[in-house]
T-cell receptor, first 115, second 112 residues
Framework: NAGVTQTPKFRVLKTGQSMTLLCAQD?????MYWYRQDPGMGLRLIHY???????AKGEVPDGYNVSRLKKQNFLLGLESAAPSQTSVYFC??????????????FGPGTRLTVT | QKEVEQDPGPLSVPEGAIVSLNCTYS??????FMWYRQYSRKGPELLMY????GNKEDGRFTAQVDKSSKYISLFIRDSQPSDSATYLC????????????FGKGITLSVRP
């Protein structure tokens, strides 16, 4: 099993450009998450999904959109990138058992720089 | 006040030292307490978890939870250079849709 994979690994964008980050998991997990990690800020939840076709806002959703058209994929979109969105983005997934939020499996991350 | 506070570090210790990493929290609904380890340029991976109060030991690692004080700790005995990483505490409630709330993480360096 590949677990959780993220595409691309690195990207440099100019302000105003758009892009989509792809997360894929092969563990048949229902729940998927997008986080951003910034120095001194820890991991912050952007959006999440509890199943195919559903999405919900997390702690820092502004400037991002997501889609979960297939159970195994969770896409994170930046419509008009801003320098404040320079960060490392992590995707995670887990099975939907109650009380087991800790069993989140993380991808390797995407390093995004917006100039 | 942030829901989860973690000592910012960084922390540097000699090989063989005992390391103590700590987090405090304010949300009484938290019931699951986790420690994730993140190596440089990698994603976090679950190291240990504890449900409610008490201790849990796994090899050189011990996790402690004191719910009365809203305080959790991770102890690393006989620390090794391979333990050099960022350690993040995380917490959640018990509902099916519970989400993780993370501390900011502390970077540990173990000097040979």
């Amino acid at each position: 099993n590949a677990g959780v994979t993220q595409t691309p690994k690195f990207r440099v964008l100019k302000t105003g450009q758009s892009m989509t980050l792809l997360c894929a998991q092969d563990m048949n997990h229902e729940y998927m998450y997008w986080y951003r990690q910034d120095p001194g800020m820890g991991l912050r939840l952007i959006h999440y999904s509890v199943g195919e076709g559903t999405t919900a806002k997390g702690e820092v959703p502004d400037g991002y959109n997501v889609s979960r058209l297939k159970k195994q994929n969770f896409l994170l979109g930046l419509e008009s990138a801003a320098p404040s969105q320079t960060s490392v983005y992590f995707c995670a997934s887990r099975a939907p058992r109650a009380g087991l939020a800790y069993e989140q499996y993380f991808g390797p991350g995407t390093r995004l720089t917006v100039t | 006040q942030k829901e989860v506070e973690q000592d910012p570090g960084p922390l540097s210790v000699p090989e063989g030292a005992i390391v103590s990493l700590n987090c405090t929290y304010s949300n009484s609904a938290f019931q699951y307490f986790m420690w994730y380890r993140q190596y440089s340029r990698k994603g976090p991976e679950l190291l240990m978890y504890t449900y409610s109060s008490g201790n849990k030991e796994d090899g050189r690692f011990t996790a402690q939870v004191d719910k009365s004080s809203k305080y959790i700790s991770l102890f690393i005995r006989d620390s090794q250079p391979s333990d050099s990483a960022t350690y993040l505490c995380a917490m959640s409630g018990t509902g099916a849709n519970s989400k993780l709330t993370f501390g900011k993480g502390i970077t540990l360096s173990v000097r040979p």
